[in-house]
Nanobody, 130 residues
Framework: QLQLVESGGGLVQPGGSLRLSCAAS????????VGWFRQAPGKEREGVSC????????YYADSVKGRFTISRDNAKNKVYLQMNNLKPEDTGVYYC???????????????????????WGQGTQVTVSS
């Protein structure tokens, strides 16, 4: 059974940092492109950052460029999202997803369109507030 589990969310003040982890079980994560997505209350889910399976290339939404870093540790079967200089508008539930259906030609497409047929985790809450 394909399963993804996110962790590392929490409450942080503006300007603070968090590191999210996405752990996979039942499959090898490094075979697939992986992305982080978030959903704020009343808003649609949006792509934050994605990383390829082949060459480790990355994509970031404009709103997080220069502040967030996505990485993967294939030995641990995990993907991470380091989030620095957090802002209140970063608040939301963060999900990781793997493009197990290989439905996208580029990681940018994966992040923009979201992998509806992918493997998804249950999400972790990130709240940025003073």
């Amino acid at each position: 059974q394909l399963q993804l589990v996110e962790s590392g969310g929490g409450l942080v003040q503006p300007g603070g940092s968090l590191r999210l982890s996405c752990a996979a079980s039942g499959f090898t994560l490094d075979y697939f492109a992986v992305g982080w997505f978030r959903q704020a209350p009343g808003k649609e889910r949006e792509g934050v950052s994605c990383i390829s399976s082949s060459d480790g290339s990355t994509y970031y939404a404009d709103s997080v460029k220069g502040r967030f870093t996505i990485s993967r540790d294939n030995a641990k079967n995990k993907v991470y999202l380091q989030m620095n200089n957090l802002k209140p508008e970063d608040t939301g539930v963060y999900y990781c997803a793997a493009d197990v259906a290989r439905g996208f030609a580029t990681i940018q497409a994966m992040c923009v369109m979201t992998p509806k047929n992918g493997a998804w985790g249950q999400g972790t809450q990130v709240t940025v507030s003073s």
